[in-house]
């Protein structure tokens, strides 16, 4: 009898796309096949995002289209636990709904609605499990959900509070990755400075060593890999301060994603954000005493409700001393149910505009003077790509999908997931160009 066939839509952030892989390593461990098309597949998973307006319209298209093309669709992640009532009015022919980080419920639907053909020998599933990212990086979810109730957010009502993974489960799962040939760990959870806090630290035993499920026990295990480890979702407490070091001496990446959101602390106070006391500037100025190829990166909002002009240009004011290497910006727009949408004095949509586009130009002048201080400099670099015009790689500033890239032209003899060492040439305002050195 032929194998059971899931199709798979995986919409959303780093995170949802681990709660994919999770979800497909199991279904795989039982047999079932993944399709890659409609047409071929016995049933479809459509795993959701809901984080804004745009995003919650891609995924109820994706489940219309997954309906059109198969008729056999289960719905799951962050839209499934916001808006079930919405999904069932506009598609009423779905199997089942669930939230997000729901492997169980999921295979579960599976099962009921498309049995599993019994065969446990045949589909043996690699120890690293299946990997939806290319094979030279993969991310890693340290921990689920939030214990933070930031105003503008409602992940915590959609992914619940912090949990965090035993810290043995999370470096065993490192050690496969990297034994499976993965080059570049990518740090991900809604709060990874947070890493342990529900667990109370608690110590387990990994390769006849005690580690605390804490960020710097995790950091300093996580760089005896010997492969790159790059942090995202770092709030900028002082505990952080611990892990700088490690980036000095390169067991983890001199790379810090950090979602300052603003600058102005009456704002931050208003959008309830972790660590709004710190003070930030003076908190990056020792990092970089430390640890001066520190690279920065971080996301805003401009807009929030009640921001002044002068808010605006103090944030503006941050990024010129802050020197960040990278940064995403948004206009604030509210999300169904968060507490932010109460707020007063809302900022005119085109004052919102206005403001991100002189952020982003603000930046650029920033971004591209930093790139330019490289031009000379020997990098390693990771090749993501090899094209017909030459090699498409990242250095150790930038994080895949996000940052920028470093072209190598002509060098067609890379392969994908090799680390060379390059001497760049030329910058623009966000990427860097260069040649291999021999
Ligand atoms: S830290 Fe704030 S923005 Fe991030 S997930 Fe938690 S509540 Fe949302």
Redesign the pocket.
């Known amino acids: 009898m032929a194998n059971p066939r899931v199709g798979f839509i995986s919409l959303g952030c780093p995170k949802a796309l681990v709660d994919s892989e999770q979800i497909i390593t199991r279904l795989r461990t039982e047999g079932y096949e993944v399709s890659p098309t409609y047409q071929d597949a016995d049933l479809v998973v459509v795993n959701t995002c809901g984080f804004i307006d745009a995003a919650v319209e891609e995924s109820l298209d994706s489940i219309g289209e997954a309906l059109a093309e198969n008729g056999k669709v289960i719905v799951t992640g962050c839209l499934g636990a916001s808006k079930e009532d919405e999904i069932r009015k506009r598609h009423p022919q779905v199997l089942s709904i669930t939230g997000a980080h729901a492997t169980d419920e999921v295979v579960t639907a599976v099962h009921e609605h498309l049995p599993p053909a019994h065969n446990p020998f045949t589909h043996l599933v690699p120890p690293q499990g299946i990997k939806l990212t290319p094979d030279h990086y993969a991310y890693l979810k340290i921990s689920e959900g939030?214990?933070?109730?930031?105003s503008?957010?409602?992940?915590?009502s959609m992914?619940g509070d912090l949990v965090s993974r035993p810290i043995d489960e999370v470096l065993q799962e490192a050690e496969n990755l990297a034994k499976a040939g993965v080059k570049e760990l990518l740090i991900v959870s809604?709060?990874t400075s947070a890493y342990g806090l529900d667990l109370k630290y608690q110590p387990r035993n990994w390769k006849g060593q005690a580690y605390e499920a804490r960020l710097y026990d995790l950091a300093k295990a996580l760089g005896e890999l010997d492969i790159w480890t790059r942090m995202h979702?770092v709030?900028p407490y002082p505990h952080v301060d611990n892990i700088i070091p490690l980036m000095a001496e390169e067991k983890v990446l001199p790379y810090l994603d950090i979602?300052f959101?603003h600058a102005d602390s009456r704002l931050l106070k208003l959008?309830?954000?972790?660590a709004a006391a710190e003070n930030n500037l003076q908190r990056i100025k020792a990092w970089k005493e430390i640890c001066p190829e520190m690279t920065l990166r971080s996301t805003f909002i401009v807009g929030f409700p009640g921001e002044t002009e002068q808010e605006f240009n103090e944030l503006l004011q941050f990024l010129t001393e802050a020197q960040m290497d990278r940064v995403g910006c948004f206009a604030y727009s509210p999300v169904d149910g968060a507490t932010a949408n109460e707020l007063p004095d809302a900022v005119p949509e085109e004052i919102k505009q206005h403001r991100l586009e002189e952020f982003m130009a603000h930046q650029a002048k920033i971004s591209a003077a930093k790139l330019e201080q490289r031009i000379g400099k020997k990098e390693i670099v990771l090749v993501d790509e090899v094209v017909e015009e030459g090699a498409v790689a990242r250095s150790k500033a930038d994080a895949p999908e996000i940052d920028g890239q470093v072209f190598i032209d002509g060098a067609t003899h890379l392969k994908v997931g090799q680390f060379v060492e390059v001497q760049i040439e030329e910058a623009d305002d966000h990427d860097l160009w260069g040649h291999i050195v021999t």
Do not use: A, E, T
Not at 271 to 274: D, N, S, T, V, Y
């Open positions: 939030c214990n933070h109730r930031c503008f957010c409602i992940i915590p992914r809604q709060d979702y709030y979602p959101q959008m309830k954000r972790p």
